[in-house]
């Protein structure tokens, strides 16, 4: 699988979008990109995936790039419980494990 | 449904001894994982299951069985505890083994060993 790519550690003030970028430039062509967040001493969450074309569900948006080598998660209002780690992750077709980096702390003050 | 229940939820072993971490789903998932998470660390997969009968190795299986007699149990034995094996257990699971629905996780175990 590739590797991704991910800042440590973003601030965010409540209220405002959050946008989360994870870079994944050796990324192959069936790879999807997958997002999940684990919030303080929880297992992770399940966020959102895509392959190519940008996605959004109720808790976030997916942009990811043209070239498919990076991509950004979006929370339009971030809030305090929006505070946790979160991992991109990138996987092949018809593969459900998952490889976990370190992922980014995002931290939400008021 | 209660999702993915994981027991116990704390546990402090001695050196040598041996236990069962507890992993269950009602949800009627074929693919089951257990991962364990160091302070400050991602997680990493330990053993996997794609369906009742069949288990494969992860990235770090080393002291560890499992085995997966029905769909809805997939139980990870510590075989002699040691102190490297002091971390949080995840046990996971997901609809199809081939696809690419999200993956449910449990609450964890935290697991300490002296």
């Known amino acids: 699988d590739a590797k991704t790519t991910q800042p440590p550690s973003m601030d965010c003030a409540e209220g405002r979008a959050a946008n989360l970028p994870c870079n994944h430039s050796?990324?192959?062509?069936?790879?999807?990109v997958y997002w999940y967040r684990q919030i303080h001493s929880q297992g992770p969450q399940y966020i959102i995936h895509?392959?190519?074309n940008n996605e959004t569900n109720e808790m976030a948006s997916l942009i990811i790039t043209e070239d498919r080598k990076s991509s950004t998660l979006i929370l339009p209002h971030a809030t305090l419980r929006d505070t946790a780690v979160y991992y991109c992750?990138?996987?092949?077709?018809?593969?459900?494990?998952?490889?976990f980096g370190k992922g980014t702390m995002l931290l939400v003050s008021p | 449904n209660a999702g993915v229940t994981q027991t116990p939820k704390f546990q402090v072993l001695k050196t040598g001894q041996s236990m069962t971490l507890q992993c269950a789903q009602d949800?009627?998932?074929?693919?089951m994982s257990w991962y364990r998470q160091d302070p400050g660390m991602g997680l990493r997969l330990i053993h996997y299951?794609?369906?009742?009968?069949?288990?494969d190795q992860g990235e770090v299986p080393n002291g560890y069985n499992v085995s997966r007699s029905t769909t809805e149990d997939f139980p990870l034995r510590l075989l002699s505890a040691a102190p490297s094996q002091t971390s949080v257990y995840f046990c996971?699971?997901?609809?199809?083994?081939?696809?690419?629905?999200?993956?449910?996780f449990g609450p964890g175990t935290r697991l300490t060993v002296t």
């Open positions: 895509g392959l190519k």
């Open positions: 992750i990138v996987a092949s077709t018809g593969y459900s494990t998952l490889t």
């Open positions: 949800m009627n998932h074929e693919y």
């Open positions: 299951s794609v369906g009742a009968g069949i288990t």
């Open positions: 050796t990324i192959s062509g069936n790879e999807y």
């Open positions: 996971a699971s997901s609809p199809v083994a081939g696809g690419h629905y999200e993956q449910y």
